[in-house]
């Protein structure tokens, strides 16, 4: 006869990851801190964005961007696919929906690296996510990121000054600030925030 017991341990709680959003001014060293983090925990799922932007140097499809024309961006938004979208130095780039959900079903911690406004609008579709900030150090080191990079001409960059003096204002709006003086301290954050051990 099977062994019954009268009370019962209590369900653990469904634990489900949230999103974890970063976001931050240009040239704040985003994409370096989510590689870095991503080489110590692959398990981290980065969402892949889709973008009108032309490949840069060394960029493969599917890999940092989804290339896409601007009408296959039309499609997108039209079809309701992405979970945000937003127009950056003339660019647009967006979040496909449907691979973050299922990720997260999945019980998997997805991350997202895009911009203020994209951040704003996954705040207002997923008020539960986690909104994480990453600030530079000082002024004049972001400037010093933007202008050495070297890929883009100057009435870029200056626009990216101009839309980082924006940015930085609506640190506020985060629920986290993460200042970039390590990559390697800044990815340990991050990771102690999505709870990814």
Do not use: C
């Amino acid at each position: 006869m099977a062994a019954t017991s009268r009370g019962s341990a209590p369900e653990p709680p469904d634990v489900r990851p949230r999103l974890t959003v970063l976001s931050g001014p240009s040239g704040v060293g985003k994409s370096t801190v989510v590689a870095h983090l991503r080489k110590v925990h692959p398990e981290v799922w980065l969402s892949v964005s889709a973008t009108t932007r032309k490949p840069r140097p060394g960029e493969r499809d599917g890999v940092q961007y989804y290339f896409v024309s601007d009408e296959e961006f039309d499609k997108l938004i039209a079809n309701g696919e992405l979970l945000e979208w937003a127009e950056f130095a003339g660019n647009r780039y967006g979040t496909p929906r449907h691979a973050v959900l299922e990720r997260l079903e999945a019980g998997e911690p997805v991350l997202l690296e895009i911009d203020l406004q994209g951040a704003r609008l996954v705040r207002e579709s997923m008020p539960e996510a986690q909104l994480v900030f990453l600030a530079p150090p000082s002024w004049d080191e972001l400037v010093r990121r933007l202008t050495g990079r070297g890929t883009e001409p100057p009435e870029v960059i200056e626009r990216r000054l101009e839309a980082a003096k924006i940015e930085l204002a609506a640190e506020a709006e985060f629920d986290t600030t993460l200042v970039n003086t390590s990559v390697e301290d800044v990815a340990r954050e991050l990771l102690a925030l999505m709870q990814v051990v």
